[in-house]
């Protein structure tokens, strides 16, 4: 017997039938048809205190799970507040499912109250933007979005549906759909790519944030290993060499100057591999396109992404890696002294930070030491976005690839809270981290009464330095453009049912730590931090004692 949904129950039931069972968002007058249908399912409904920080715990669980989560905002500003999470999603390559409500259907095209074209605003920050006019349309739409989140590079998508169509009736059922393989490389390629290796006198790998979507992590680390091929990573990728692994050259991205610079300036072909061209500019790892690479990724890299492509790779990342080793098998390269070097120096840095006893200002890479030292294989990390952001990238030590989370394609401040949100609601076991600077964290301060409310066991670490410290450095400037007052951090921890410790030194911190792992619900530890305590940002331009030579 056929079954008649609202075109509200249909879209749960085709979110379902995709695999989606989580909802995240902030409802409006516009989508309560879809509310009483999420009501009428078991469909998981997470209501939050700001749209975006609903995009950004979709973007979170979709990076966790490798499965798209969905967020939900009414019309208008509730959609305009959605945005951004959604693009963060889409630039970081996370499958993300975005719905808005909106006006009955005669009211579109019109100056209307709160009327936006919610199509056309979505179409540049997802890779699909679809307004449903019709009911019998929606399984077919959801069907359609969930394929375009999940192939390739996934990303954000997103569907409109208007009141009228949310209310009207449908017979049309869910249409189901499994996860799509990604392509198998060509047999041409992978010998093109292999020759252009095998020719190389100091090829380096650079993996990305692909090696993790396409869970070849372990075998990209035996790749290196057979061939003797050093690997840096960038932030997206941090962790898939542990920083003791003999081949690593640790992660890309900092700032001008870094020792990874001089290794990249050494070698005469870039092996990258799951490198998404939102992670690094071109001239941050070709030296401004004298150096060729060889590109390894679900898709064909754009010709407009500025790299100089020797090669490419299209397909799945996992076989293709595997077949390059097949292909290279035997060929062992000679240790580089400029690799050997860098990666060396890093670790003398390390070493020298770990053995220092500082006293005085909290210095952050004295931070991120206790934090590497309290990290179980199950934590979660995530980091903000500001300074910290760099020291995290720099200096904290994953026990697993994937461990860390460091948001670099949209880069937008305020995910760590909310993502921490996400993160925890997924664990069962290990402890969620969220690592943020005292700007970063005012972005979606309001969720922590979210995550107070679903009784999570999550610990928010917030840097305190009252300014907007990676602004500051980049313009070579400070002042009250730059600088701002924070709360009573004990006070604003209080009011929202956390609680709160303050880190008066380093030695303070395991503790606390320990304290905050233990609790029941949320904890807040703030850290008076300074960047200057430990001599800044170790690289070629301040190489301390860990110069390479």
């Known amino acids: 017997m056929t079954e008649t949904r609202t075109g509200a129950e249909a879209l749960i039931a085709s979110l379902q039938a995709v ?19 999420i009501a009428a399912s078991d469909m998981e409904f997470i209501l939050c205190r ?38 963060d999603a889409n630039l970081d390559h996370v499958p993300l499912i975005a719905i808005t409500g909106q006006g009955a259907r005669r009211r579109i095209g019109r100056d209307s109250h709160q009327m936006l074209d919610l199509e056309t605003l979505f179409r540049p920050v997802t890779k699909f ?18 394929r375009q989140a999940v192939s390739g590079r ?7 549906l208007p009141e009228d169509v949310a209310e009207g009736e449908t017979e049309r059922p869910p249409i189901a759909m499994t996860q799509p393989l990604p392509p198998c490389p060509a047999p041409d390629a992978l010998d093109a790519a292999a020759r252009t290796i095998r020719a190389a006198d100091r090829p380096m790998i650079l993996a990305g944030a692909g090696v993790l979507r396409g869970g070849a992590s372990e075998t990209l680390r035996h790749f290196a290993e057979a061939t003797r091929l050093p690997v840096a990573t960038t932030f997206m990728a941090k962790g898939i060499l542990a920083p003791d692994h003999p081949q ?3 992660t890309i991205g900092q700032p001008d100057g870094d020792y990874i610079d001089l290794a990249v300036e050494a070698s005469d072909l870039i092996v990258a591999i799951g490198v998404d061209p939102v992670e690094l500019s071109a001239a941050d ?78 210095a952050p890479q004295d931070i991120c030491r206790v934090i590497s030292d309290d990290l179980d294989h199950e934590d979660t990390v995530l980091s903000g976005v500001g300074l910290h952001k760099l020291w995290i990238a720099r200096h904290v030590s994953p026990r697993r690839a994937g461990q860390v989370i460091v948001p670099n394609g949209l880069a937008g401040m305020g ?43 999550l610990t928010v670490m917030v840097w305190d330095d009252g300014a907007l410290r990676l602004i500051e450095e980049h313009g070579g400037q400070d002042g009250p453009a730059f600088r701002f ?65």
Not at 56 to 75: D, E
Not at 509 to 519: F, G, I, K, Y
């Open 485 to 549: 007052g924070n709360p009573g951090w004990d006070a604003l921890a209080r009011a929202f049912g956390w609680v709160h410790a303050r880190a008066e030194g380093l030695h303070d911190l395991p503790e606390l730590l320990q304290a905050a792992r233990d609790a029941a619900g949320p904890t807040l530890i703030s850290v008076a931090v300074d960047h200057d305590a430990g001599g800044g940002l170790p690289g070629t331009k301040n190489p301390g004692n860990g110069e390479p030579g």
């Open 285 to 362: 790892f070709t030296c401004d396109g004298r150096i060729p690479v060889v590109a390894v990724g679900p898709e064909i890299i754009p010709a407009d992404a500025g790299w100089r492509l020797a090669d490419q790779i299209a397909g799945d990342i996992d076989a293709a890696i595997s077949g390059l080793r097949d292909r290279l098998d035997g060929e062992r390269w000679a240790d580089v002294p400029t690799f050997m070097a860098t990666r060396d120096a890093m670790r003398r840095t390390l070493r020298r930070e770990r053995s220092e006893d500082r006293t005085g200002p909290i």
């Open 415 to 457: 995910l760590a809270l909310p993502g921490a949100i996400a993160a925890a609601r997924l664990k069962t076991r290990g402890r969620t981290l969220a690592i943020c600077g005292d700007g970063d964290l005012m972005m979606n301060v309001q969720e922590m009464e979210t995550a107070a409310r679903l009784s999570l066991n």
């Open 154 to 160: 996934p990303g954000a998508v997103h569907l409109c």
């Open 248 to 250: 690593t050259l640790f």
């Open 19 to 37: 695999g989606v069972r989580t909802i995240f968002g902030v409802p409006g007058e516009e989508t309560t048809a879809l509310m009483q249908a």
């Open 129 to 146: 933007s679809r307004m449903i006019l019709d009911p019998d349309a929606v399984p077919a739409c959801v069907a359609e979005a969930w």
């Open 50 to 87: 700001h749209e975006q920080a609903a995009a950004f715990m979709a973007s979170v669980q979709g990076r966790m799970t490798g499965a798209p989560a969905a967020c939900l905002a009414t019309l208008g500003p509730g959609a305009t507040n959605l945005v951004t999470g959604v693009a």
